[in-house]
């Protein structure tokens, strides 16, 4: 019996040690919670000139949901990159194409109760708000109930005074972000 290794790089997640190197995979989503296993998952902040951030609210039945978050976010499947899991997720998610030269590694967080024991890659993404433009891509599974693009301003307001609408790993690395922008994009 061959083993069709696309087939498994779609269907499978990784689980990985403490230093993020895969151990095994896992064939559903669902086991990647349960079991408490260190795995990988991708956001991407999209910013849009003006300093107007993307959001989207978590679909009912979806980890966090109800809770607003990165503009895409989601698992690494087994076999592939982080890069190509943001790649990858901004389209199923919002039906946008980027190129990987257009993506911004920012920063990456190491698994604990915020993250979902989830090794997080930020990304980031400046969009042309008037050549390119989003939707929610619900094809496959609802994931988003609602897209929004707000002032920075605004959302650092809203933070502060709405914290519990946010998803925990996005005010981790929305932190984050911060700090770097603060210090003027060092790393």
Known sequence: MFLNIQTQKEEAFSIVDHNDLVLYP????EDLHKSGKFHR????????????????RKAAGTENSGKWSSAV???VRHLETYE????RETKEELGLDINHLDLVYMLKLRP???????????YTYLMD???????????????ID???MTPLKDLIVDIDKNANDYSPAFLKLFK??????KLGGKK
């Open 112 to 122: 604990d109760k915020e993250t979902n024991n989830e090794f997080i890659v930020l």
């Open 73 to 75: 976010s989601g698992h």
């Open 176 to 181: 984050s972000w911060l700090m770097f922008e």
């Open 41 to 56: 998952a991708i956001h991407l902040f999209i910013e849009g000139f003006g300093r107007i951030f993307v959001l989207q």
């Open 146 to 148: 609602e897209l929004i």
């Open 84 to 87: 190509e899991a943001a790649i």
């Open 26 to 29: 896992v064939y559903n989503k």
């Open 129 to 143: 708000q008037d050549k390119e433009h989003i939707e929610i891509n619900n094809t496959k599974d609802k994931e």
